[in-house]
């Protein structure tokens, strides 16, 4: 599986940004695909999940802000992202397994090699 993000960039404060994560190869049936993120200088954190069936979990901080969402004809990923604050900015990965589904980055097999949100004030 390789996995492709796109969509990220600059904004100012109070902005929205949609990110794009295409799946390709050998795709199963179900599967669980994430979205984390990385700022320098800090470890990577889970942003939220989304199953091949829709269902998503996220973390406290992307909760009425960010709305993870998954086109299972064009495998496809998505990330809306509105609101955007300094915090925000980092490198955004998306990542894909068979077997697990959570915030724990190590369980994945399958990443992205991210792209980048930088929101200014």
């Known amino acids: 599986v390789q996995l492709v993000e796109s969509g990220g960039g600059s904004v100012q404060a109070g902005g929205s940004l949609r990110l794009s994560c295409a799946a390709s190869g050998y795709i199963y049936s179900t599967y669980y695909m994430a979205w984390f993120r990385q700022a320098p200088g800090k470890e990577r954190e889970g942003v939220a999940t989304t199953d091949s069936d829709g269902t998503t979990f996220y973390r406290d901080f992307a909760k009425g802000r960010f709305t993870s969402s998954l086109d299972n004809a064009k495998n496809t990923l998505y990330l809306q992202m509105y609101n955007l604050q300094p915090e925000d900015t980092a490198m955004y990965y998306c990542?894909?397994?068979?077997?697990?589904?959570?915030?724990?980055?190590?369980?994945?097999?399958?990443w992205g090699q991210g792209t980048q949100v930088t929101v200014s004030s």
């Open positions: 990542a894909a397994d068979y077997w697990y589904r959570g915030f724990s980055g190590d369980e994945y097999n399958y």
